[in-house]
């Protein structure tokens, strides 16, 4: 094996050779990591970092693991890939265990590489079975990249690729902290939930084919609706008029909320469509997963399903993918995920007490983010929705890779998301940079 380069020539090759994602290319500095193991990656002169974040919320068994590697060796040996038309076993066992791990009625998946081709398979499985076009989702929240789920979620990150298809339709978030409906009233009204209906008669009900939500809201500032009425709701509407449920598990899947899935948090809401990637592999092999109702599966019994792709059902990826829920079940990482939750929650609790910077925590599992601002009283955030980052949250980001510490920050957030297997020590570790951190903020509000 040759040895990793210099850690100058690393980040030199990767600027020079390659593109960042969502980045301005000639500012961003990379960590040229080397190798990681557990909740930890180093860099190639051997500093060590605490992964707060999974990566992109994704490696949620963390780095390493080698029942998940060992399977990938062994799949890679035997048979790497097939051409999408033929069965292999990988395929058909995962196929099988999501049926029986999926809430409802879910029963066929269609696999791909990514959360994004899993949602714009979604949406054209949806418009396919309903003949209708239009797909209705939330303004704050994330489906993907491509032209139709950069539509659906909403997130800014669309804006300079618009127009993008014109079938998609936003509406309002349950944003309890700055609610258009009901932030200065003692509780949720609601209105987050009804307003949808009334977007749904302009629209015309015979023209949608499906609402688009996030299981437990993620990079938008894991936004959940204060009242789990909120989903009992939603799932009448779409009841109602004939609209489909899809329900986007890509980032609060696999135990990130306590639960196997974030929709879990809300027993009887059934989806008609569930869509999965990230925690689905742990990011070890590139993994996509659309699953669609038993009822669904049978119409493209008889009718052709227009998706697909090269690598759909990837006999590698599928082998990842069971190895992978193999070690939350064996493990023990969902129940370990809501044992820890509390542990998390409180940490930031007692952070958001010493730091007035802090707006609000929110989330549940090991999915949290606090949320900071300017000023308590009038919320004003540290750094504005779809602005770049303000000084202060420029600095406070430096702050944590500079004590070695890897975590999300965007606008006025950040982002505490764990692997699941982090111990109650290493939380205390990821704690006591971010008090130190927080310092920052604290000194820049008004």
């Given at each position: 094996m040759t040895a990793p380069a210099a850690q100058n020539e690393i980040i030199d090759l990767n600027k020079e050779y390659t593109l960042f994602s969502w980045a301005v290319q000639g500012a961003v500095n990379p960590i040229p990591a080397v190798r990681a193991e557990g909740v930890y990656f180093w860099d190639a002169d051997g500093k060590r970092y605490l992964d707060f974040?999974?990566?992109?919320?994704?490696v949620n068994i963390g780095h390493g693991n080698r029942t998940v590697i060992e399977a990938i060796k062994q799949q890679a040996e035997s048979l790497s890939y097939m051409y999408p038309g033929i069965a292999t076993d990988p395929r058909g066992r995962l196929g099988e265990k999501l049926a029986e791990i999926t809430p409802g009625l879910l029963k066929k998946t269609f696999f791909c590489l990514s959360g994004t081709e899993a949602n714009e398979s979604a949406f054209k499985l949806a418009r396919q079975y309903t003949g209708r076009q239009k797909i209705l989702g939330r303004f704050r929240a994330f489906h993907g990249q491509g032209f139709a789920s950069q539509q659906a979620g909403g997130d800014p990150r669309r804006i300079p690729n618009e127009p993008g298809v014109p079938w998609v339709v936003n509406f309002?978030?349950?944003?309890?902290?700055?609610?258009?409906?009901?932030?200065?009233?003692?509780?949720?009204?609601?209105?987050?939930?009804?307003?949808?209906?009334?977007?749904?008669?302009?629209?015309?009900?015979?023209?949608?084919?499906?609402?688009?939500?996030?299981?437990?809201?993620?990079?938008?500032?894991?936004?959940?609706?204060?009242?789990?009425?909120?989903?009992t709701i939603v799932r009448r509407i779409c009841d109602k008029y004939g609209i489909l449920l899809i329900v986007d598990e890509v980032m609060s899947g696999f135990g990130r909320t306590g639960k196997?899935?974030?929709?879990?948090?809300?027993?009887?809401?059934?989806?008609?469509?569930?869509?999965?990637?990230?925690?689905?592999?742990?990011?070890?092999?590139?993994?996509?997963?659309?699953?669609?109702?038993?009822?669904?599966?049978?119409?493209?019994?008889?009718?052709?399903?227009?998706?697909?792709?090269?690598?759909?059902?990837?006999?590698?990826?599928?082998?990842?993918?069971?190895?992978?829920?193999q070690v939350y079940e064996e493990e023990g990482l969902i129940d370990r995920a809501a044992t820890m939750g509390p542990v998390l929650e409180r940490g930031l609790r007692d952070l958001q007490a010493e730091h007035p910077s802090i707006g609000e925590v929110r989330g549940t599992g090991l999915f949290y983010v606090m949320e900071l601002v300017k000023n308590r009283g009038t919320r004003e955030p540290m750094s504005e929705f779809n602005k770049p980052l303000t000084e202060p949250m420029k600095k406070l980001s430096a702050f944590l890779a500079s004590k070695g510490m890897f975590a999300f920050v965007r606008w006025n957030m950040v982002f505490a998301v764990p692997p699941l297997i982090i111990t109650e020590e290493q939380l205390q570790e990821g704690l006591s940079i971010l008090n130190d951190a927080l310092s920052i903020t604290d000194q820049a509000m008004e």
């Open positions: 974040n999974s990566q992109l919320m994704n309002h978030d349950p944003y309890r902290y700055r609610c258009l409906f009901c932030r200065d009233l003692d509780k949720c009204n609601l209105m987050c939930a009804n307003h949808i209906e009334q977007v749904v008669q302009f629209e015309g009900p015979e023209t949608i084919a499906a609402i688009v939500l996030e299981g437990y809201s993620g990079s938008s500032g894991i936004i959940a609706p204060p009242d789990p009425e909120y989903w196997w899935f974030g929709i879990d948090n809300y027993p009887g809401i059934n989806p008609d469509i569930m869509t999965m990637a990230k925690g689905l592999t742990s990011g070890y092999v590139p993994l996509g997963a659309t699953i669609v109702s038993e009822e669904i599966g049978k119409y493209f019994d008889t009718h052709a399903m227009m998706v697909g792709g090269t690598y759909s059902s990837h006999t590698l990826a599928c082998a990842a993918a069971l190895a992978c829920i």
